[in-house]
């Protein structure tokens, strides 16, 4: 995946959910240092597995989130769209990439390296706070679908163990 000559604005960065009430001088600076880089559809942006130190919001396009299960099955856990940002986890607990993302179709990536963050944080600790706030708030609603989830599943399957293990 080659980084693309296009830039982004700091008016298109404004519009992005991650970058919620970040002040103009912060997304110009931003705007002039993050890097775009363009996928083709069924190109694989990174894979399960790998060390990374970047994130991306997705600008343009589609991806999916495939997860491996331990028995070597691919299943698609998510599916994203334009304003959505994915690859964060590897860049907060600095552990392998957990899961592969794949271009469903011709797409436009913010990337974001972890020395963005820095960079940002160094410019202007308010912004940075702010960014690390919306990416912890996005990680604790994906927990939430996930705990109802696994709730639905652990129920629906063992609702003896799940009753015995209530009780003390």
């Known amino acids: 995946m080659q980084p693309s000559v296009s830039s982004v604005s700091a008016d298109e960065l404004q ?10 001088e912060a997304l110009q600076h931003l705007s002039a240092n993050l890097t775009v880089v363009t996928p083709g559809s069924g190109e694989v942006i990174f894979s399960e597995g790998e060390t990374a130190s970047e994130f991306y919001v997705l600008l ?14 691919d299943a698609r856990v998510a599916l994203l769209g334009v304003g959505d940002w994915f690859g ?20 436009r990536l913010l990337k974001i390296r972890a020395a963005d963050l820095d960079a940002l944080y160094r410019f202007d600790l308010k912004a940075y706070a702010l960014v690390v706030l919306n990416i912890a708030r996005e990680l604790s609603r ?5 705990d109802g989830i696994l ?9 003896t163990y799940v009753a015995r293990r209530r009780r003390p």
């Open 15 to 24: 519009r992005i959910g991650l970058f919620g009430a970040l002040s103009s």
């Open 60 to 73: 343009e396009g589609e991806v999916e989130v495939v997860k491996q299960s331990k028995t070597g099955v």
């Open 88 to 107: 964060e986890m590897s860049v907060i607990d600095v552990q392998p990439r957990s899961a592969t993302v794949r271009a469903l179709a011709p797409s």
């Open 142 to 146: 994906r927990l939430r679908v996930t």
């Open 151 to 159: 709730a639905d599943f652990v129920t629906s399957l063992v609702p």
